[in-house]
């Protein structure tokens, strides 16, 4: 069973800078697609960032110009950096990977980023 491992998060402070990563272990076929999701309190779960295999990233408009997603596909890791941090980028966020032929999806435990003064 494919594993993610986030880390990273806590309490932030406003305009300070997010640092999270992302390890995919457990790998039985290749890794494709991983992304970043988040989800507040009453809120649907919903995309911050995804990259593929050879690099192509795709940010939400809500974080497009403060964040950046990069991948090392040799250490099966995903980090992002979120800057100038606001008290709405406050919830769990959560790592996501497709894997293999089929493209099965798997998702971290997620991590827990407030956002607070």
């Known amino acids: 069973q494919v594993q993610l491992v986030e880390s990273g998060g806590g309490l932030m402070q406003p305009g300070g800078t997010l640092r999270l990563s992302c390890v995919a272990s457990?790998?039985?076929?290749?890794?494709?697609?991983m992304a970043w999701y988040r989800q507040a309190p009453g809120k649907q779960r919903e995309l911050v960032a995804r990259?593929?295999?050879?690099?192509?990233?795709l940010y939400a408009d809500s974080v497009k110009g403060r964040s950046t997603l990069s991948r090392d596909n040799g250490k099966n890791t995903t980090w992002l950096q979120l800057h100038n941090l606001k008290p709405e980028d406050t919830a769990v966020y959560y790592c996501?990977?497709?894997?293999?032929?089929?493209?099965?999806?798997?998702w971290g435990q997620g991590t827990q980023v407030t956002v607070s003064s």
């Open positions: 457990k790998l039985t076929s290749s890794l494709h697609i």
């Open positions: 990259v593929t295999s050879d690099g192509n990233a």
């Open positions: 996501y990977a497709e894997v293999g032929r089929w493209r099965d999806g798997y």
